[in-house]
């Protein structure tokens, strides 16, 4: 029997292609011994220092998801963390629905005055602190979503990606993460990139 994997993944729910990528991960927790560790970035925190803003008008409004996020990662942790990903995702990718973070909290079973969150810098230290975190494995010159797995010495070892559209579905999605797994056990491997073709797409393949 394999060892079971945990593996940690960073990600800013307003990203389509990390919600894409999370589907992907998801789907190979059902073929693969792999359980997931949900933790936030920020594009916003990412981006403050460019002289450009790459988001555009969505700069100021991207601090609030995440900011609900930390917040239900501080109180009721990592697996209701994944619960609200789920919901935001669905509401933001999948049906257009921005703007109401209460209604993704309904759906994933939580307290809808979480979504004061999104109003306070209360928790934007513990969103720095683990944005930060992503960053120190996988180096500054990145994006979300940042996935960190062991490397064979032991030591995590963090990528940004994969980026892929549509996300693979059942044992493509595992021959996927077979290879991403085999990637990390090569001490001197960075980087492989081809451009994008087409829009973000949310179904599944495979």
């Known amino acids: 029997m394999a060892e079971q994997r945990s593996v940690d993944f960073w990600f800013d729910p307003v990203c389509p ?3 894409i990528t999370s589907r992907w991960l998801v789907e190979v927790t059902k073929v693969r011994p792999v359980t997931v560790r949900w933790r936030v970035m920020s594009l916003s925190v990412l981006n403050e220092h460019r002289d ?3 988001e555009g008008e969505w700069e100021e409004y991207m601090w609030a998801p995440v900011r609900v996020c930390a917040a239900v990662e501080e109180r009721f942790g990592q697996r209701a963390l994944g619960d609200l990903f789920t919901a935001m995702g669905t509401r933001f990718h999948l049906q257009g629905d921005w703007g109401n973070l209460t209604a993704a909290l309904t759906d994933a079973g939580l307290p809808e005055e979480l979504a004061e969150a999104a109003e306070s810098t209360a928790h934007d230290e513990a969103i720095r602190s683990s944005h930060a975190q992503a960053v120190a494995l996988a180096g500054g010159d990145i994006g979300t979503p940042v996935i960190a ?3 064979p010495d032991g030591e995590r070892v963090g990528f940004f990606g994969p980026v892929v559209s549509p996300a693979p579905a059942g044992e493509m999605a595992g021959q996927l993460w077979d290879g991403f797994v085999l990637m990390a056990t090569v001490p001197g491997f960075y980087e492989v990139k081809r451009t994008r073709t087409g829009e ?7």
């Open 200 to 206: 973000p797409r949310f179904d599944m393949a495979g």
């Open 52 to 54: 450009d803003h790459p």
């Open 149 to 151: 797995l062991p490397a």
């Open 17 to 19: 292609y990390t919600w």
